[in-house]
C-alpha cells in the first residue's frame, strides 16, 4: 500500500546561487562563503534553535525542488562516463528528492541560522536541522565505493592544461570588471581534469573540432588538443528572444547577458569550412 506523507518546509535557503553550475557537488570549505537559512516566522523556531550555537555544523535535510523525475540509473558529474545506480550517488534525480548536508554553523541570529559553503541554490526549501555530533557522524575509515577509485583518480595532477585566447580573456575581464561574474576557475578546474563530452559536466561536441561546455546562465566554447585545452571564447547561454521576452521573469543574470550580446552579438565559433 503506497503511503503519502505531508512535509513542510521549515525555511529556505538564501545563497545567492541561482543556477546549479553556481552550486558545487560538494561545498569547498577552503574558500570563503556566506549562506543563510531564513525559517519561517510563526512557528516558534526562535526557540527551536535555542543551544544550537554550540554547534560548529549541522545536518540540513532539504529537497531537491528544481527535480520533478527520478531515475534508477544515473551519470555522476566525477568520474568517467558511467551510469550508475542512483542509490550508490548524490544524484538529485531520486525517488523521493531529499537532500542531506553537513554545513558550517557560523552563526544564529533570531531565526536565521548564517551558514558557511553549502551546495544549496536559492530557494532551496528545509525541512530539518540536526546537530553534527563527530563522535557519531564522522567515520574516515568507511569504505566509500567508487568514489574511492575517483579520489584516487582525483588525487594525481590535472592531465590538461587550460588556457585563454585574448577574446576569451577580454570578455572574462569585462565579466568581472562591469557585473562582477566570473567563471574562469570553475572552467579551469573542469576541463583541467576531463575534458571530453559528457551530458551531467554539460560538455557537449559543437561543429568541427569545437567543444561547448554550459556554466549555467553562461558557456564557453574550446578546442583540445594534445594536453592542451584552449577556450576561445565565452558566451550567453540563452538567446536574445528568451532575454527579451518579459514572459520568462526567472533568467538568471539577464541583465548582464543583453549586455553581453550586445558588444559581441557571435561569440559562438564558425563551422568549419568545406572543402
Known sequence: MELALTLRPIGFIRSGKHVKFQARHQPLETEAERNVLELLPGANYEMAVRDLAGFSRVWLVWWFHRNATWRPLVLPPRGPARRRGVFATRSPHRPNPLGLTPVQLLGVEGRR???GACDLVEGTPVFDIKPYIPTYDSFPDAAAGWHDEVDAALSTPPQFKVQFSSLAEEQGEWLLTTWGIDYRA???????RDPSPHR????RQRQGEHLEIGCGAWRAFFTVEGSTVTVIALDAAYPPRFLNDPKLDDIPDRAAQLAFLARWPCSEPPPPTKV
Open 113 to 115: 541560522l548564517i551558514l
Open 186 to 192: 570553475r572552467l579551469v578546474e573542469l576541463l583541467s
Open 200 to 203: 551531467t559536466r554539460r560538455i
